[in-house]
Every structure is written in structure tokens, then in C-alpha cells.
């Protein structure tokens, strides 16, 4: 080895004194046959210090070992490679198996050679992807410093614009479903990811919220009432936990400080947001690591984030609670037909979730099911068309007047069909469906086995089967036993097989839900 290589003597002009983190670090792999050369590169570079970090060296002395040492830290921020080890290529190859079959793009290759011409510069580079290429001879302490502080900032940048790239990947898988609860989530936390990564801070983010939050100008707010919402880094695992569980006292302290000023509070290193929208308030964001000073471009990015933050999360309460209504009228509607009918109680609550049971059994989709579930009480809103001496009669229905009910099928079709929330047109299919037998000898259409529709099938079973275990003004309720033979013996016939044999396996489970909800005015199912 050249003794050009033992370093010159010549001092670093190091950038701005930092205060340098003992347990975060910035890993230099350095791969090199010769113990001398790790020897001396761990002396030159050992008061190195870049944004807070020092090095954390490690060492291979053959190409294999770098290959195996790569796998366990694919974190590496640089790596100095020698060329010629066990074998004249044995450097260029390293670099082939990180970049093609690692395919981690991200670690800086340094390739440090003793035989320049062993490795021609300009086919190096460009076959192998390396960063830069230096002789040994030319590579004294001051020039190891440059190049090391080049491409650890190069690879700062790089981890920057992917974490950015992450978070916004994030943002746009969450966008498709925005308003359900789990996808908020996502959104919240590509969203605090983008941030986090566009101030070049660290992981560590929060974003808690509490109704309590709202207020009128000037109320103080108890931070004891806010709950984790969303993190990142150390509070990844936090949803759902007070605050007070989760931070220390200086923490609450900012916290208490943002909710009564309502605005940022800048710390030395971390910062906490009141988020605001038009319309109210409601949460804090917290992020740490901030890297020194902030400015003003990034305090206004900070502000358009807290405001434009909270507005999504309103949107989805609002979503909720549109959705909230929804259903709710859809039962008001559905127990307003069954009281018309002397049909009181809890008939369409019940025929929803014994639904919602069949609905997963039978392999259907969470989102389906639900769907399935919340449209299911609707399957009778026909019957508002149907005169009440016949809806009500105590009696065996005449063939005229049978007619004349078999047509609340269709008028509960005809009602709901034209409606453009999914769940209305789920109800409509139901209610023209849910008459249909396996067979074909329902009504109103005569639709054989698959051709009707899933939600009629389900809803046909759960419909018959709660009908027979409680009372009706023309028939006393049926025992378990019997309702169950019954269901059974009309397998291929009324019912679709597949879903009686399911019924079969799950009728503890669903006399669990007529039990919870009983009809108010009779007595127990036998």
C-alpha cells in the first residue's frame, strides 16, 4: 500500500460545530482486504459530524463478506470499496449485487482502488452505478472528508425525496376511500410523512384531537380530554391513547400553551400546531427533530397544513354523519311500515344483522355485507301500497287479495329504483328480490337460483326464518325445531342450498340476535 494513503497532514475545515447524537449514526461500510485501511480511515474520520450524527463503522474484508454484511444493513449510508480483493473484480461486483439484486439504490458507493488501471474510471461509473471514484493516492484526509460529507448529504436528500415519495403514495392510496376510518387514518399519516420529510425532520409525529377541543374564543381547554389520533415514529402504536399517557410534562406544557394561545408554538426542536379550519377547532399536531431554524416558507407550510388538516378530518365527521342519517331513515322508514302492518318490535333490526351474519358467512365482501345489512330493513317498504284488509287480515288471504300482496315486491321496487345512494338501490333490489325462490316459482319475476340476485337470497332466508320465530297477527310464533325443519325442506326449493346449509351451521349465532332484540309486546320466543 502507498504510504500516500496514511493521510497528509492537514486539518478539516469542519462545517458549523454540531452536537452530535450518541445513539443515532450514519453507518460507513468499509470494505477493503487491508486491516491498515480501516485502520485509518475509522482515525480521519472519527470527530466526523453531519447534521448531529456521527459515523458508525463497519468493516468487510472480501467482497462476500460485503455482500452478507449489505443484507443486515441495508441502511448503510456509504460505502468505501476497494476493487481488488479476493478476486480482481471482486469490488464491481459487490456494487452489481447491491444495486440489481438488493436493488437498494440508496447507499453511496465509493469505490477506493489501488489499481486505477485494474478498473477504468469512465466504465466503472457507468456500468456499475457507482458515486464517485478515487485512487488512493489521491485520497488524503481532507479529500475523504469532502467526499464523505458530499455524499452523506446527497444521501439525506435522497432518503428526503423518497420519504416524501412514500407519504405521497400514502395520500393517494387513502384518496380512493377518504372517508372511512382506517383510510383517514392512512391520509393522516402520509399527510404528517410528507411533512416530516419536506422540513427534514425526524419520524416523531403526532396529531391528536378531542371534541372538547372546540370551543368559543378564549375558553381554555383541558389537554387531559385529547386523544391520540394519528403518529409516526415513537407514537406509531398510539391511536386511541390520551395524551397525558403519552407525553412528558414539557410536552403537555406546549400542548396547554397551542390550545390556549390557538396558534404554533416553536420549540428548540420540535413544534406543536393548534389546527384550525372555517368552521371550528379540534386538533394539535406535534413533530420533533426539527433541523435548527425554521423559515418563514417553511412556517407558512406549517400553517396551510394545520388549517387544511383539520378540514379533512371534518369532511370525514361530516361523511359520518351523513351517512349516520342515511341509515337512520332507513330504519325509521322500515319501522314505520312494520307498526302499519301490527308487525311492531325489532323485526327489521334483526333481519339486518342475521343479513349482515349470512352475508360474511357466505364469503361476501366486509363492505357488501354492510351494505347488505343496512339495506336489509327495506325489504318490505312495499306494503306502504298495500290496502290494510289485506295487510292486516287475520285470515288465509283469497286468491284475489294474495295477488293483490304480491305486488308490494314490486311497488317497494319502484319506489327505491331510482335513487343514486348505493344503499337505497341495494334496498330496491331486495325488496324486489327477497319473494324470489331458488326454483322459480316466486314472485314477482320467476327468477330461478342465481339469477336472483345475493341480496334477495340472504334476505329471503333471514326474513323467513325471524317471520317464523315470532308472532304474527295471522299465526303464533314457531319453535326453533320446526322453523329449522322447515328451512331445511325448502333447500333447492325456496332457498339457495349453499345458504341453507350455512344457516344450518350458524343458528346458535343467530338466535343469539332475537334474543338481544326482542319484540316489545310479545312473549318469548319459543
Known amino acids: 500500500m502507498s504510504d500516500d494513503f496514511l493521510f497528509a497532514d492537514e486539518v478539516p475545515e469542519q462545517e458549523q460545530p454540531e452536537q452530535a447524537s450518541s445513539h443515532v449514526r450514519w453507518k460507513v461500510l468499509v470494505v477493503d482486504d487491508e486491516a491498515e485501511v480501516h485502520a485509518v480511515t475509522k482515525l480521519a474520520l472519527s470527530d466526523f459530524s453531519f447534521q448531529g450524527k456521527n459515523l458508525e463503522f463497519i468493516s468487510a474484508y472480501s467482497g462476500a463478506e460485503a455482500k452478507a454484511l449489505m443484507q443486515q444493513h441495508p441502511d448503510t449510508a456509504i460505502m468505501l470499496l476497494d476493487v481488488v480483493m479476493e478476486t480482481d473484480d471482486a469490488g464491481l461486483q459487490v456494487a452489481r449485487y447491491i444495486r440489481e439484486e438488493l436493488m437498494n439504490n440508496h447507499v453511496r458507493i465509493i469505490l477506493r482502488t489501488g489499481q486505477p488501471g485494474q478498473a477504468p474510471e469512465r466504465q466503472v461509473i457507468v456500468n456499475y452505478d457507482i458515486n464517485d471514484y478515487k485512487s488512493k493516492t489521491e485520497l488524503t484526509a481532507q479529500k475523504l472528508f469532502t467526499v464523505v460529507m458530499s455524499s452523506l448529504r446527497s444521501y439525506r436528500d435522497i432518503l428526503a425525496i423518497d420519504h416524501s415519495r412514500q407519504g405521497l403514495e400514502k395520500i393517494i392510496n387513502a384518496s380512493a376511500d377518504l372517508f372511512s376510518a382506517h383510510s383517514m387514518e392512512q391520509f393522516i399519516d402520509g399527510v404528517l410523512q410528507q411533512l416530516t420529510s419536506i422540513l427534514g425532520c425526524n419520524d416523531d409525529a403526532l396529531l ?41 410534562q414539557p410536552l403537555l406544557e406546549a400542548f396547554h400553551a397551542a390550545l390556549k394561545t390557538r396558534s404554533i408554538v416553536y420549540k428548540e426542536n420540535y413544534l406543536v400546531a393548534y389546527c384550525t379550519s372555517k368552521f371550528t377547532h379540534g386538533s394539535l399536531l406535534y413533530i420533533s427533530g426539527l433541523p435548527g431554524q425554521i423559515t418563514d416558507s417553511q412556517k407558512k407550510l406549517i400553517e396551510l397544513f394545520s388549517q387544511n388538516v383539520q378540514i379533512a378530518y371534518e369532511n370525514v365527521q361530516l361523511q359520518h354523519e351523513i351517512e349516520d342519517t342515511q341509515r337512520e331513515i332507513v330504519y325509521r322508514l322500515s319501522e314505520a311500515v312494520e307498526h302499519r302492518s301490527i308487525e311492531t318490535g325489532n ?45 292486516n287480515k287475520p285470515q288465509r288471504l283469497d286468491a284475489r287479495e294474495w295477488e293483490v300482496m304480491k305486488t308490494h315486491a314490486t311497488i317497494g321496487y319502484d319506489i327505491l329504483k331510482n335513487s343514486k345512494r348505493a344503499i337505497i338501490q341495494a334496498g330496491a333490489i331486495i325488496a324486489r328480490d327477497h319473494h324470489e325462490k331458488w326454483d322459480g316459482s316466486g314472485y314477482p319475476d320467476g327468477k330461478k337460483g342465481e339469477d336472483i340476485h345475493i341480496y334477495g337470497r340472504i334476505a329471503a332466508i333471514a326474513d323467513v326464518y325471524d317471520a317464523l320465530r315470532h308472532r304474527r297477527c295471522y299465526k303464533s310464533a314457531w319453535p326453533l325445531e320446526k322453523v329449522v325443519d322447515l328451512i331445511e325442506s325448502e333447500s333447492g326449493k325456496q332457498f339457495d342450498p349453499k345458504l341453507v346449509e350455512l344457516f344450518k351451521t350458524r343458528v346458535d349465532k343467530l338466535e343469539a340476535i332475537l334474543k338481544k332484540y326482542p319484540d316489545s309486546d310479545e312473549d318469548d320466543i319459543r
Open 347 to 391: 323485526h327489521v333490526k334483526r333481519v339486518a344483522f342475521i343479513c349482515y351474519d349470512l352475508a360474511k358467512a357466505y364469503g361476501l365482501p366486509e363492505e357488501e355485507a354492510e351494505k347488505l345489512m343496512f339495506a336489509s330493513p327495506l325489504h318490505d317498504v312495499g306494503k306502504v301500497g298495500i290496502p290494510d284488509g289485506i295487510l
Open 208 to 248: 391528536v384531537t378531542s371534541s372538547l377541543v372546540a370551543g368559543s374564543p378564549g375558553e381554555d381547554t383541558d389537554p387531559e380530554h385529547l386523544i391520540v389520533f394519528a403518529g409516526m415514529g415513537e407514537f406509531e402504536k398510539k391511536e386511541g391513547e390520551p395524551v397525558t399517557k403519552v407525553l412528558e
